[in-house]
Every structure is written in C-alpha cells, then in structure tokens.
C-alpha cells in the first residue's frame, strides 16, 4: 500500500511539473505521455502484486479458527496411542475382489484342465476304450448338485468337494481316476438283485405304451410294480407343459407320440442270447450277459434318437433332448435310476 501512494504521489508530482517547466510544447507533450505510461504501468504491476498477496494470505487462513489465526504456534509432543476417529474409513466395494471372483482364480487351472478331458480323456469301459465325459454332463450335475446354469469354475469347485468326500486329492480335475469312481458310483446305484421274474410277476402291458406297437405280446411284460411306478411317471411327464407330449388322456400318450414309450421291457435269458449273437460288437456294456431285463424292471424308454444304438453321435443327440434331461431330473422320484452309458436305460430299484 506504501508503494501504491507514493506512486500516485510521482505520478502527480510528474503532471505538475511538466505544466510549469514547458520547455518546448511538443516536446512537453511528448514527456508527459512517456510519464504517463510508465507511470501505468508501474500502477498496473503494484496492483498485480498485491492481489497476489491478498490471495495467497486468503489460502493460508481457510481451515484455521479465529482463535488458531491469534493465537501463537506451539510445539507438541506426539501422542502415544492414536486417537480413535469417530468416522471410520470406508473400502469402495469395488476394491474387494468378489468370491465368485476367487474361486474363479483358485480352479483355473482345473478348469483349463477340464476344457480338454471333458472331451478328451481315453478310458475303457466294457472293452471299449472311450473318449472323454462330455455324454454325462447331466448325470455328473446332477450327482454334484450343480445347478444348470453353473460355470466351468463352479463344476471344478464341486468336483474338488466330491473328490474329498471320496478320499481323493481334491485337486477339481475330472482325470482318470476321479472319472472312474464316479463311474463306479453310479454302477453302484443301479439295481442289485437281478433273479429272474417269474410269471407271476410280470404283467403284459398294451402295444400303446411301447415305441413298436406291434412289438410280440410276449416281449410286452414288465414287472408289475414296474409299471405302475412307469406309469405314474408318464403322468408326471404329460403334466410338465414344458415337454409337450401328445397324449389321449393324463396318463396315456397319443399314437404319434414317441418320446418315453418303453422300446423293450422283460427279456428272457434266450432272447438275450438271441439278440447277443445278432449284435456281436454289442460288448458286455450293450447287452450283458447278466442283464437287469431279465428282472422285468428293466425299461428301455425312447428319448430321441436311433432307439438303442451306442455310438457316440447317437447318444449325443439322445442326452441333448428334453425327454432325457427330465428324466435326470425327475426319474428318481419314481424309483427308476440310469445306467449312465445308455441314455434310454432306467432301472426300478424300490
């Protein structure tokens, strides 16, 4: 501010003394425009530092109390123990790594692991050496509770859990072994007491409930707890809108319906042998020597397909279609339960 007032002072003194001296008159002119403008712009840089100064010491003051602004700087200890704030930091939740997220990155390598057994795993299985488990992703599911919607990274983490329940290393890798005890479990699973039915046991249901109507009325008996438990499954299926079967009435399906209709039922030992030595390349895994048809709870039921044929691209199609996957789902609450290796398969253990 001093230097502001003693410029105004020149700047006034400089007017007066150009108007009494006028040693010539352009000449005067001219030194008084000369002064004038330095004079300016001696005003213009005071006023420029002087903002300055008032803005900077405006800065310094904010955040400060009055009486912090008076009162003297005084030098402190530090505490000892921290005090505690009564605002708590806060995590965006975005710089927590979601659990989905972790145990994505845990199963990885199970997971890129899985991606190549799922198809190509070499394993034997009634003399013939077979190529991954990508026919039994409904029957694994369904064995691991997983729902249909699960990732990659979901069926290693079960598989991880299954593994450890069955004294395995709980590594989430579908290999060998761990393929092979599922495949046990589910052969466990399957019906045990294999007598022959005898003729009192068995009844001979109508041509409409098979695939082939005009199929021999001896090659249409089934045990007859059987089929009243076929039966009310068959219900349940016609009920379920979302398979659409064509039906005559709640527990009958319609002539031009084909899906879930018993394709073969009770088989005697010489009728297995018959069909044994016309499908010579059957193995043990297609026609067994020793076979639950011979129990008459044993059915054969359409899901798709060529009816029985064990060829991967057939039973591919036969485990992609609606009536199969609900019998995954459904089958067991009728006591009916698969053998894995042929989709249309279902066995009465009750």
Known sequence: MVILRQTMRDLRASQYSTRQTKPHKKAGKEVLMKTLS?????????????????ILATRRSRGQSPAAKNEPQQKTEPPTQKAETLVKPTVMTTDRAPVNTVANAAFADATAQNAMLRNDLIWTF???????????????GRTLNLKPEASTSDLAGAIAAWQKQKGLTPTGVLDEDSWMTFV???????????????????LTAPPSDFYDPARLE??????????????QMLAAAIADPTLKLHHSSPTEL???????????????REYQEKLRRESPNAGSAGLAVNSPHFTGRALDLYVGGDPVDTKDANRAIQVSTPAYQWLVRNAE??????????PWHWEYVR
Do not use: C
């Open 38 to 54: 330095f004079r300016i712009v001696q005003l213009i840089a005071v006023l420029a530092l002087v903002t300055g100064v008032a």
């Open 126 to 140: 009634g003399s013939k050496q077979q190529h991954g488990w990508y026919l039994y992703d409904l029957l694994i």
């Open 184 to 202: 046990t479990t589910w052969q466990s699973n399957r019906l045990k007491d294999k007598t022959p039915a005898t003729p009192d046991q068995l």
């Open 218 to 231: 001896e090659l249409r008996q089934v045990e007859k707890n059987t089929y009243a438990a076929y039966k």
């Open 254 to 268: 319609a002539a031009d319906e084909k899906f879930f209709k018993i394709v073969s039922s009770f088989r005697s």
């Open 333 to 342: 609450r009728f006591g009916f339960r698969p053998y894995f290796y042929e």
